[in-house]
């Protein structure tokens, strides 16, 4: 029985280029940064690594914890001062990087209209972010955290896409069966096939479609938000094959 759908953010949510805002937010940390005598290659070094980090989390340590872990190790006399300065970046300066962001049209509406079909709705973007930078990114989509019941971040969660793990972990979180789920996404590998592994019901959104494995999509479900609200209908009245 269907009872949350689950909506990656970047390309489903809004459209974004994701190597244009690497790009943008490495410059801006950087930037922040260097009034602290970090060098900025070294910094995004440090920050890319230590996202990697995360997305090979084995599940014992918080994704929170393994950054920090592994960013300790690189810059062991700054990290405990940085913690804070990299909170002011995000509450203060993250939202300058809005400009990498658009909104594609129907997204905000669908969401809203799946909450008022009675089902619930998750935010189940990569947790390699802080609470505050995903509730800034989601602003950027013309949507809140009210929207939604559960939001990933890397304060809570124990994996990452394209771990199985990472949306088992959310329908653990939920207290529901994977099956009970539906994950709507653009990135055919880590919202689609990722999902489906763990068990979810999966829609593909292409319009801003991520295939880096070139893989064959033609026989996934996919479509438009307005597609993706009848395909919900069908399952709720049953009608769903």
Known sequence: MLEYVLFDL?????????????KAYLGAVGGHMYKYGH????????????????????GKRT???????????????????????????????????RSTSAEIVGAAQAVRKINGMGLKTVLATNPVFPMTAQLKR????????????????????????????????IAD????????????GNDFREDIVTAKKAGMDVFLLPECLLNPDNADIS??????????????QNVLSGAAK
């Not at 970047?10 to 690497?22: E, I, K, R, W």
């Not at 939604?148 to 199985?164: D, G, M, R, S, V």
């Not at 979180?173 to 709507?184: D, Q, R, S, W």
Request: hydrophobic share 40%; aromatic share 16%; with cysteine.
């Open 138 to 169: 989601l602003n950027w989509a013309g949507l809140s955290k009210d929207d939604f019941c559960l939001i990933t971040a890397f304060e809570q969660f124990h994996y990452c896409k394209p771990n199985p793990l990472y949306y088992t972990e």
């Open 219 to 232: 026989s996934s479900r996919q479509g438009t938000f307005s597609d993706l609200i009848l395909y919900i």
């Open 63 to 97: 994704n929170f914890e393994v950054f920090w872990d592994y960013y300790n190790s690189c810059f062991p006399d700054k990290a405990d001062e940085d913690k804070a300065r990299f909170d002011y970046f995000y509450d203060n300066l993250f939202d300058g990087l």
């Open 10 to 22: 970047d390309g489903t949510l809004h459209n974004l280029d994701p190597l244009a805002f690497v």
């Open 173 to 184: 979180i939920l207290g529901t069966k994977p099956e009970n789920c539906l994950m709507v």
């Open 39 to 58: 060098d900025p290659k070294k910094l995004s070094a440090a920050i890319l690594k230590g996202t990697d980090a995360m997305v090979a989390n084995d």
